[in-house]
């Protein structure tokens, strides 16, 4: 209903009644046309977040977020530290490893016989000086085959058969020996070569075929030797002040398990189990028993547990780091620099203090609350047009719950603050993790519930092995020989 002016200045005049139907018209199309609009508005805002999402998406790496490194491609991600902070190369005090002279095993010595200037003979002249170099190789590799021989002789007096005793090691007509075995071990669990790719290798190295039925019964023999060992770590962790813990998927026998991991820096416990959550967790035996500070990665299973918690804080740098690259979050960046400070804080200070003073920590805590305070302005929560707040649990953004995290597990995250001898992250259990992820991509999967017990059992033996600095090698043969290294504590002294 489109009017002139000169047609409605008639209207009303004449017809008052038209102009009153004509306002009501236009007025419930211009409330018609406002609700489109609304809607619409509302619709691009729901879209833009979700691009900002998916643009995130693509831009989330290793360095900023919980992905694994495996996942970045062939970009590598900017790193965490900051241009300048440290220089290239060795830094100050490094301790570098260089080749040095040793003890040597064997001696060639390489003279002259004759004079190169007049003939004359050197043979009886004694040197005025030697001249050294080594040269640092390993022998052939050889497999030596020793034949162990047992004497029956008869007593002439009693006509008695007496005998010599085979070595208790040596108990069938042809075997391998522990040195061998102990190799077979170390290459399949802790170097994690597949049993094909080990058969291989041997027959590469030392010109012999050994079956993987020989491969997989020393695995299992050295893992039946161990079980009072991962007893005895399982009861040193139960005991930790301070505990890492951590999980993550594998396959067995094509079923999707996980595989959960506690630690300490002298000490390594690996187990399996269908679950994830608290299922597992109990099943463990360690962490219902635990009562010291566990560090974890905010998985929620871990706090009905009574210990103490404290968050790894490399996980909360990732995502800081992420709000900040894909948001533009103000108070994540201003989060991240904290953090950073106070971690460089406690190294400098624990160099000469146990504790930072009750001023430092006051004002470390100030700033960090403050921090929480912009990012809430920041991050508003969401109102109707009326003003009330929504009610009910809706879905908030990353950077709002992100937040809400930071201000609810306030201490957990500055533990490392307040008692020195916490870590700043849990990449402790991380590194203790990341090899099995590993195994999983070079042999895809375990065959059997038998086959990962036994790999966890070894690797954890082994790793504990190597935290206390014992040579592997020679204690894998203990192990076979059964007095396995078996450690006295959680934690190293000192």
Known sequence: MDLKREEIRILCQTNPEAILTLIEHYQAKIEHQEAKIEHYEARIAQLEARIAELEAQLNQNSRNSSRPPSTDGFKRPKSLRKKGERPPGGQVGHKGQTLEMADPDQIETHTGSTCEKCGASLEEIDPTTVENRQVHDIPPLKIIVTEHRVEHKTCPRCNHNNHGEF????????????????????????????????????????????????????????????????????????????????????????????????????????????KRGSAAMDAMRILPRFTGTMLHDFWSPYFRYPSRHALCNAHILRELKGLSENYGQQWSEMMHDLLEEIHKAVEDVKEYSPAFTH??????????????????????????????????????????????????????????????????????????????????????TFRCEEGVCWFCRLRGYISTVKKNEMPVLASLVDAFKGCPFIPSTAHRSG
Not at 265 to 273: A, P, Q, S
């Open 167 to 274: 070595p208790p090691e040596v108990k069938y007509p042809v075997q391998y020996g522990l040195n061998l075995k102990a190799l077979m071990v170390y290459l399949c669990i802790y170097q994690l070569i597949p049993y094909d790719r080990a058969c291989k290798t041997f027959r590469d190295l030392f010109g012999r075929t050994i079956s993987k039925a020989t491969l997989v019964k020393a695995v299992a023999e050295c893992s039946e030797n161990l079980a009072g060992v991962e007893e005895r770590i399982r009861e040193l962790l139960v005991g930790a002040q301070v505990l890492h813990v951590d999980e993550t998927g594998m396959r067995v026998n094509g079923i999707r398990v996980w595989l959960h991991v506690a630690s300490t820096e002298i000490l390594t416990w690996y187990g399996h189990h269908r």
């Open 359 to 444: 001023q430092q920590i006051e004002d470390f805590v100030e700033r960090y609350r403050h921090i929480i305070h912009v990012g809430l302005e920041e991050n508003p929560v969401p109102v109707i047009s009326d003003g009330i707040p929504k009610r009910g649990r809706k879905k908030q953004s990353k950077a709002k719950n992100l937040l809400d995290r930071c201000q609810k597990y306030e201490t957990e995250i500055l533990s490392f603050m307040y008692d020195f001898t916490i870590p700043f992250s849990n990449n402790l259990a991380e590194r203790d993790i990341r090899m099995v992820k590993l195994q999983q991509k070079i042999s895809g």
